[in-house]
C-alpha cells in the first residue's frame, strides 16, 4: 500500500520561497501521476500542479511561481518548488497519487492522499 508523506512547509515572508516535498513508499512508477493540492480554511481544497504519465499540467493559482518537480531516477519523490510567495498561498499542502496517467485537476481523481504540510505566509 502506497503512503505519502509531505515535508517542507514552514512560515515565509510574502516574497520568499519554499520548496515542498513528497515522499511515496510503496510502488510507484513515472506512469503514476503525483500532485500537489491545496487548502486553506475555510476554502476548497485547489489543485495547484501535478506530473506523471508524460504529463505536467498546472492549476491557475501558481502558473510562473510554483515548478513541480519529479525525477525519473527516483519517481517516489515530488517536489515543489514556490517562489515569489503570497499570504493568499497560505494553506495546508497535499500530496496525492492517481494511478496512470491523470490531466484532469479533480481531486477525485487521486485515490491516496498524504497528511499535508502548512504554509504560512506573513505580509
Known amino acids: 500500500q502506497v503512503q505519502l508523506v509531505e515535508s517542507g512547509g514552514g512560515l515565509v515572508q510574502a516574497g520568499g520561497s519554499l520548496r515542498l516535498a513528497c515522499a511515496a513508499s510503496?510502488?510507484?512508477?513515472?506512469?503514476?501521476?503525483m500532485a500537489w493540492f491545496r487548502q486553506a480554511p475555510g476554502k476548497e481544497r485547489e489543485f495547484v500542479a501535478s506530473?506523471?504519465?508524460?504529463?505536467?499540467?498546472y492549476g491557475n493559482y501558481g502558473t510562473g511561481r510554483f515548478t513541480i518537480l519529479r525525477d525519473s531516477s527516483k519517481p517516489t519523490m515530488m517536489y515543489l518548488e514556490m517562489t515569489s510567495l503570497k499570504p493568499e498561498d497560505a494553506a495546508v499542502y497535499y500530496c496525492?497519487?492517481?494511478?496512470?496517467?491523470?490531466?484532469?485537476?479533480?481531486?477525485?481523481?487521486?485515490?491516496?492522499w498524504g497528511q499535508g504540510t502548512q504554509v504560512a505566509v506573513s505580509s
Open positions: 506530473v506523471g504519465g508524460g504529463a505536467v499540467v
Open positions: 496525492a497519487v492517481g494511478r496512470g496517467r491523470i490531466i484532469s485537476d479533480s481531486s477525485a481523481d487521486f485515490g491516496i
Open positions: 510503496g510502488q510507484i512508477d513515472m506512469s503514476d501521476t
